[in-house]
């Protein structure tokens, strides 16, 4: 999983007293390639190996500096400084992340997930206006999504029940939609690009639920739990941003940073947040994810 190494390798954690985090070089440096260290071995042009040279690679002189070597991988590490490290941030639809003006820096990550329906457009500078990819369901569907989402953006479907599928056919080849089994109507014409529909694999969701946050069935994990764990088997850097709700006994307090939702409407919600919450501060604590903004 990326970034797990981190927390036992890494020489210096980003700490979150430090100034900002940002989808820099330099964390993936931190991060993604700190095993390499341990596996590869340099290769010199003579057969004469003095004794003072070094059996492994140290990552302070090696990816993303110069070096000069006049040897490409295998037999040397010219070119090393191109290697990708693909940095994401997942962006909850929490309060936390309203007033952090955080918009500019989240539209620097190479991939930004959203969820469900959580508006772009009037928010943009806290939440940014990029989005490469956003996770819904049939009930948390825009029947506009070009409204908040760029054209290349993918929507990916996480198919809960086996009527969100119906749901899909019956949109993309117009037949006549069937209403019954959702806990709430979800939009009867939806204007996406059908050439940017995905649908997620169920196997991501069955590993959230049972290798992450470790709960029985029927309690399903919420979309930004989920889309955590996408990002940390997709990407090399991590970070997240809008997580968390308020205290509940705060029943007032807006959970959202749209709209007027509290913390009332979550009274009797199927998903266990509190385990959630501290699944993320397990990996927060392991150096696999970082938030981006102050937060309990």
């Given amino acids: ?7 036992a390798l890494a020489k210096s954690p980003v700490s979150l007293s430090s100034a900002r985090p940002s989808p820099s070089r330099e964390v993936c440096v931190n991060c993604a390639w700190i095993v390499l260290k341990c596996t590869l071995f340099v290769l010199y042009d003579s057969c004469s190996i003095r004794r003072q040279t070094r059996l492994f690679l140290k990552l302070d002189d090696f990816f993303w500096r110069e070096r000069l070597s006049r040897l490409a991988l295998p037999y040397g590490i010219k070119g ?8 994401c941030v997942v962006i909850g639809n929490g309060f936390s992340i309203k007033n952090t003006s955080l918009g500019s820096i989240i539209n620097k990550y190479d991939v930004v997930f959203r969820l469900n329906d959580a508006p772009v457009r009037g928010y943009e500078d806290d939440v940014g206006n990029k989005t490469s990819m956003r996770l819904f ?10 409204l908040h989402n760029e054209p290349e953006t ?37 204007l996406g690009d059908p050439s940017k529909i995905r649908v997620l694999d169920p196997h991501f969701l069955h590993q959230t639920a049972e290798r992450l946050l470790h709960i029985p069935k029927p309690v399903h994990p919420t979309t930004g739990i989920l889309a955590v764990f996408i990002a940390l088997n997709y990407c090399d850097v991590v ?23 509290t913390m009332r409407s ?12 501290v699944a993320l501060k397990k990996l927060e604590d392991a150096g696999a ?7 309990l």
């Fill in 289 to 295: 994810i970082l938030y981006l903004h102050p937060h």
């Fill in 80 to 87: 090393s400084g191109i290697l990708e490290c693909r940095t």
């Fill in 154 to 190: 993918l929507m990916v479907l996480v198919p809960f029940k086996l009527q969100d599928l119906r749901w899909l056919k019956e949109i993309l080849y117009n037949e006549k939609r069937i209403r019954k089994g959702f806990w709430k109507p979800p939009p009867l014409i939806w």
């Fill in 239 to 261: 970070h997240i941003a809008g997580f968390g709700y308020p205290q509940s006994n705060n029943q007032k307090h807006p959970i959202h940073y749209y709209g007027y939702d």
């Fill in 266 to 277: 979550m009274k009797n919600s199927y998903h266990d947040l509190n385990h959630e919450a």
């Fill in 1 to 7: 999983m990326a970034c797990i190494v981190y927390c």
């Fill in 137 to 146: 369901y049939p009930e948390s569907a825009s029947s506009n999504p070009t």
